[in-house]
């Protein structure tokens, strides 16, 4: 018989454990390792460890084209991967000043207000089976969820053919343009969305236990939201107003009403508030959109024949778009070749997961998982 | 040829343990439909046409081929001899269910007794469970357990007592046939408070969500059975579900008349599984349709609502058993 291995449980003073989330875990929202220090249940101290998902995109964004890499942008934020398209071919039409345009700039509008909408949806779902488990009522609110996300997707499906990674936007316009009765088919589905937002409102906020599990747990102040950068639905939960389709419309968001909810008590109940809200105010901007949605060409560019194809004048230009999770952003340097000199992202989720260590210590394990999920990272964006 | 006493027993236990352990296993895939047509899903369906009835089977047999795994750092013993001691509770409560008139393993006098003190063994396994496995996890859950388990088990037993004292005996026979004017769950105010508290420290007694922290898969990962795989992961997985069982035939016995119902004396059992199925039920849907609670809010629902709550409710009854005197009607 071999010897006995002795296994170091981790004790140290003061009867701490350190105990180990992730990699693997069931709530790690991908691959995220925290090192949490317990004392009993609460945690004292978290260590976030990131870089299980790296693929090298700035590097990849340096050794592929202007017209290879928008399909590869949509990897970075799989679960949002209109936005960060988005964001790459809005930063290259900076540089280039090409123009875009206004069919082009309303389809991008519908898909972009989608995505959030199908990005929330999974939100929702993960965070209530971080809560309520993959046996339990989370497991219920999960399935709800993805029947509607699956909806949109089948949405997306229809328009590019691909149901996660789309490769909708290219530069100078849009890949595709609208098969026919598409648009009756988003009404419809958006309606069917609305409906199940008042189902889903009134199992959860009327559940004792989930109020008790959110409210109060994972505080961000406003300073501290300010602080350490984070944005979209996090720091409107803060009671910033801070919105990148308001503060600096792009892609014709000027043209459209819409709320920018804030809440300010910047709790996970917030966060669940500031999201709920902006569903409704997404199909409120894909209605407009369809209503509004002009004639026209949906490329200022001619069809793509070769990869080489878009040249780029020397110069460097930011582009920044409001995602599902935040403000994603993406600067391009550019030589004056087809491909970027150098690029880098701004990953809303990197820089929202920032704040865990701030907000986590103190709370109990339970809370970990539910702040985490408040958080909504997508570490596809974080190690990209 | 009359059989000796002992063998007669041996014999009635030998049936009754093993029509509960197809009763359990049908019960999972009960939970299992019914938590999917929950989830606008369909659920077991292709494993024994029609509607996945051998399901249950594939089960057991996927989970007996399994291979066992033992972790190297494990405290052996311990380890392994978990998943027995967890079980063995939670079949034994079976033992003073009296199914029919005359038609259990023993009718005990202190039946209800026996039935929370075993009951309530089933901790022992579960810590050392979470103990032998050496894992923080497990460690964790271990600790939450028993924490849990002596929160609950108070007004578990509380509220178990409210129908003993309007019986007037711990004798599970004598309860059912005090109920033949009136069920305890429709005895004004007393029954349907201390069914209501009853099940809530059953869902806790079970461990089901919304107090599952034991198991907590999302926190946790798996709780104290983290570890197990193949037939000891069985074992546990079985002892739970023939807990919860146990817990609704308790439940159907003590508020909802256990055999009593129309028709003829023969339909009794009959009555007594759809009762305990009803209360399965009621427990299955609020597993899947809340979400779990935090340890020291389930501590605070405990002690500082249940506990005192229950034991307000049984001195309530002990007076009005005083005035109006012990049984229905």
Known sequence: MPDKQVVELGYGGNERLMMNMGPQHPSSHGVFRMILTLEGETVVGVDAVIGYLHRCHEKLGETLTYVQYPSIASKTDYVAAMTSELAYVSAVEKIAKFEVPRRAQYLRVIVAELQRIASHCLWLGTWCLDMGGALGGGATVFLYCIREREMVLDRFEELTGARLLYGFHQIGGTRYDLPPGWDKKVRETVDFIEARLDEYEAMLEENTFFRVRTRGVGVISRELAQAVGVSGPLIRGSGVGYDVRRAEPYSSYGDFNFEVPVETAGDCYARYRVRMVEFRQSIRIVRQALDGLPQGPISSRPGVKSVGQVRVPKGEGYARVEGARGEVGCYIVSDGGPKAYRMKWRGASFSNLAVLPHIVPGHKVADVVAIMGSVDPVFGEVDR | ?329
């Open chain 2, 1 to 329: 040829m009359t059989l000796p006493p002992a063998l007669g027993h041996a014999i009635t236990a030998f049936i009754v343990l093993n029509a509960l352990l197809v009763l359990v296993a049908y019960v999972t895939l009960l939970e299992r439909k019914f938590a999917a047509r929950m989830q606008s899903r369909i659920g077991p369906y292709y494993v024994g046409r029609p509607h996945g009835w051998l399901q249950p089977v594939a089960d057991a047999l996927k989970l007996m081929m399994k291979e066992d795994i033992i972790p190297a750092a494990s405290d052996r013993w311990v380890y392994n001899l978990a998943p027995l001691v967890f079980l063995v509770p939670c079949l034994l409560i079976f033992a003073t269910i009296p199914f029919a008139p005359e038609l259990g393993v023993a009718d005990l006098n202190i039946g209800v007794l026996f039935f929370l003190a075993v009951s309530s063994l089933e901790i022992v396994g579960l810590f050392m469970g979470g103990w032998g496995s050496n894992n923080k996890y497990a460690l964790l859950s271990a600790m939450r357990a028993v924490n849990q388990i002596i929160s609950y088990d108070l007004p578990f037993i509380f509220a178990a007592l409210v129908p003993v004292l309007l019986a007037g005996s711990m004798q599970m026979s004598a309860i059912v046939t005090a109920q033949h004017g009136l069920w305890f769950v429709a005895y004004p105010v007393i029954g349907q408070l201390a069914f209501v508290a009853f099940l809530v420290a059953t869902l806790a007694a079970e461990n089901r969500v919304p107090f599952d922290i034991l198991e907590a898969e999302s926190e946790l990962v798996a709780g104290f059975r983290v570890e197990y795989s193949g037939m000891k992961f069985a074992l546990i997985q079985l002892g739970e579900y023939a807990h919860m069982l146990g817990t609704s035939f308790l439940g159907a016995l003590l508020f909802l008349g256990g055999w009593l119902g129309p028709g003829p004396v023969w339909l009794g059992p009959f009555w007594f599984l759809l009762k305990a199925v009803l209360v399965f039920l009621v427990v299955t849907w609020v597993r899947w349709s809340f979400v779990r609670i935090r340890v020291d809010q389930i501590l605070a629902i405990s002690w500082k609502l249940l506990l005192p709550a229950t034991l307000i409710l049984l001195m309530a009854t002990g007076f009005v058993v005083a005035l109006r005197g012990p049984g229905g009607a």
